[in-house]
């Protein structure tokens, strides 16, 4: 029997960098982006997630590193793989005077793309004229028109920097539905924002990176399974704080007025046996969201940079 041939991922990356002169771009940047993941690259403006995507393209060139796209060199496939993605880009810019139509008429043409049928269908989808010019379009319109443009040829591979600006929460949630649509049929969606909202509701993974390094890789489920939950339980009568400090996983216990309120790492067990031993009023458990995991993965990494 023939071996299968391993599947090349739609991003991988090797200690990529780019400065900019004696600037900070990225550095030594590792990704491994498997086919058939929407996956999420978050950080603050300015972190290096624009400058990531815009050496991927080779719209830059890497002072050292490399990187791969589809199986493809970034830098000597460059042609290729434009071809064969869709890219919205942050500073979106379009042909003020053309029709939503015409300019993707145009761009087709200027990637030799044949594949236009899903084009009228997204335009639909989204609730998008593309008759009308594309200086009378709303910024919400013209985000409508670059996202169609970027899936309107099935493409493998999306890459989208802040692809939701502008957007409508409905034409947001349709937008995510699209990333669903994209994943079910094989496609990668390659997700840069700094919505920690966004990322959330539509990444299966994300990657944090800050100051132009990558600090974290993992798992939406896995970062919400590790963080801390906010736990408020109220009694029917005073309780000491130090019979729930030490318990397994707790952190910051405050006790007021009959109420306690505590940071919860893990388990649970432990808080709910020691709530039993009083008359409980009330329990609420609440998840860190995902800003809030970030914002501790920030700190680590601040502190031990500082260190």
């Known amino acids: 029997m023939t071996a299968l041939a391993p599947v090349v991922p739609a991003i991988e990356t090797h200690r990529l960098t780019k400065h900019y002169g004696a600037s900070r771009g990225i550095e030594n940047v590792d990704l491994v982006v498997p086919r058939g993941e929407i996956f999420g690259f978050l950080g603050p ?11 991927l393209l080779d719209f830059q060139r890497p002072t ?14 460059s042609l290729e793989i434009h071809r064969n993605i ?7 810019a379009l042909y003020e005077r053309l029709t939503g139509r015409e300019h993707t008429d145009w761009l087709a043409r200027l990637r030799d793309l044949d594949r236009l049928g899903e084009r009228d269908a997204l335009a639909e989808r989204f609730d998008l004229d593309l008759d009308r010019p594309i200086r009378d379009l709303s910024k919400g319109n013209r985000q409508k028109v670059a996202i169609v443009q970027a899936f309107m040829h099935r493409p493998e591979l999306v890459i989208l920097d802040e692809p939701t600006a502008g957007l409508d929460p409905l034409m947001q949630e349709e937008f ?7 994943a079910r049929r094989g496609g990668t969606a390659f997700l840069s924002s700094h919505s920690l909202d966004e990322v959330e509701r539509a990444a299966d993974r994300v990657a944090a990176i800050r100051d ?6 993992d798992s939406v489920e896995s970062l919400h399974a590790k963080a801390k939950r906010y736990v408020t339980i109220r009694f029917l009568e005073t309780v000491n704080a130090a019979d729930f400090e030490g318990l397994a996983g707790v952190g910051e216990v405050v006790a007021k007025d009959g109420e306690l309120r505590l940071t919860v790492s893990g388990s649970l067990d432990a808080v709910v046996k020691a709530a039993a031993r009083h008359t409980v009023a009330d329990f609420v458990s609440r998840p860190a969201d995902l800003e809030e995991i970030f914002l501790e993965v920030y700190r680590a990494t601040q502190g031990s940079s500082d260190g």
């Open 45 to 55: 403006n300015g972190a290096g997630k624009t400058t990531t995507i815009r050496t």
């Open 64 to 77: 050292s590193g490399s990187a791969s796209v589809l199986g493809l060199d970034s830098r000597r496939d």
């Open 86 to 92: 869709g890219y919205v880009p942050g500073d979106l």
């Open 176 to 182: 995510r539905f699209l990333l669903r649509d994209l």
């Open 212 to 217: 132009g390094q990558i600090i974290s890789v």
